[in-house]
Nanobody, 121 residues
Framework: LLVESGGGLVQPGGSLRLSCAAS????????IGWVRQAPGKEREEVSC????????YTADVVKGRFSAIRDNARKLVYLQMDSLKFEDTAVYYC????????????????WGQGAQVTVDP
């Protein structure tokens, strides 16, 4: 089970931190991704934290602004979002897959319910 929290309304240039709480599985065996979907657009993977840190991934569109951190002991994953832009408005999902990052969105079999992030003055 994956449960996101921390979404909300923020002004452009502001920051938010999303949390993803995992339960029911050994999170240290799983790669955790953050996928977003803006209204009228396809889902977009913004980050994947691999079981192998060297194979983690951050999308160019958020690189330098977003950072993902995992705390396996607490079974939590965070997405720190800074310098937010209007185009970052979306529902953000955390997703999990056993082993390495899947390299494609449909490679995640486990999904949270999503958290709305709205960037608007």
């Amino acid at each position: 089970l994956l449960v996101e929290s921390g979404g909300g309304l923020v002004q452009p240039g502001g920051s938010l931190r999303l949390s993803c709480a995992a339960s029911g599985f050994r999170m240290d065996y799983y790669s955790i991704g953050w996928v977003r979907q803006a209204p009228g657009k396809e889902r977009e993977e913004v980050s994947c934290l691999s079981v192998n840190a060297d194979l983690s991934y951050t999308a160019d569109v958020v690189k330098g602004r977003f950072s993902a951190i995992r705390d396996n002991a607490r079974k939590l994953v965070y997405l720190q979002m800074d310098s937010l832009k209007f185009e970052d408005t979306a529902v953000y999902y955390c997703a999990a897959t056993y082993g390495e990052c899947p390299g494609r969105i449909d490679g995640y079999p486990h999904w949270g319910q999503g958290a709305q992030v709205t960037v608007d003055p």
